[in-house]
């Protein structure tokens, strides 16, 4: 029963190919995030999402999209992967939007290797 | 603009001492503290948090952590360090500056506990 799940694990891929990352919580969490942890171990958040806001860090790439299937869902779609991308990516989420005593949850996490 | 340093890159500590990993803070306003923890090849685990009140909080696996306003810090602490505990070690701000509560996280601290 896990609460944040990821798949896949790992991830190994071509640089220019396009691919996702699904993220599912069984917590009824309200909000959704998307981390990156770079080789040097640094998390820094990549998007935040509920039902009606999408907040997105404006160092971003565009080629970065959160698709949210439904409450529970927040994919993460890359487009024309680069070598940089290679990284973790972690999921998370929390119980209710915007309130700052909550915890967040994070998932497993998604070992993304762009060749 | 909300901030944590932890000035610390790796703590070496024997089985059976005291550990304490620093982390000091930088906000404006309420400060919402979190401490997690990384095992290699693994999620993020929350262990604890400060949202108000008693300034020395209480955690998972016999952590805890002290709130100092004058000092600005809340650092994490353990009274015997088992080898169990060696993993990374990151303190989290909550970034009230933006709607969504995102997490700012430090840099890390790698604890490493010899028997």
């Known amino acids: 029963d896990t609460a944040v799940s990821q798949t896949p694990k790992y991830l190994v891929t071509q640089m220019g190919n396009d691919k996702s990352i699904k993220c599912e919580q069984n917590l009824g969490h309200d909000t959704m995030y998307w981390y990156k942890q770079d080789s040097k171990k640094f998390l820094k958040i990549m998007f935040s999402y509920n039902n009606k806001e999408l907040i997105i860090n404006e160092t971003v790439p565009n080629r970065f999209s959160p698709k949210s299937p439904d409450k529970a869902h927040l994919n993460l779609h890359i487009n024309s992967l680069e070598l940089g991308d290679s990284a973790v990516y972690f999921c998370?989420?929390?119980?209710?939007?915007?309130?700052?005593?909550?915890?967040?949850?994070f998932g497993p996490g998604t070992r993304l290797t762009v060749l | 603009a909300q901030s944590v340093a932890q000035p610390e890159d790796q703590v070496n500590v024997a089985e059976g001492n005291p550990l304490t990993v620093k982390c000091t803070y930088s906000?404006?306003?309420?400060?919402?503290l979190f401490w997690y923890v990384q095992y290699p090849n693994r999620g993020l685990q929350f262990l604890l948090k400060?949202?108000?009140?008693?300034?020395l909080v209480k955690g998972s696996y016999g952590f805890e952590a002290e709130f100092n306003k004058s000092q600005t810090s809340f650092h994490l602490k353990k009274p015997s360090a088992l080898v169990s505990d060696s993993a990374l070690y990151f303190c989290?701000?909550?970034?009230?500056?933006?709607?969504?509560?995102?997490?700012?996280f430090g840099k890390g601290t790698k604890l490493s506990v010899k028997p």
């Open positions: 998370a989420s929390s119980p209710l939007v915007g309130r700052a005593t909550d915890t967040q949850y």
């Open positions: 906000v404006s306003g309420n400060p919402y």
């Open positions: 400060y949202i108000t009140g008693d300034n």
């Open positions: 989290a701000v909550r970034d009230l500056g933006g709607s969504q509560g995102n997490l700012i």
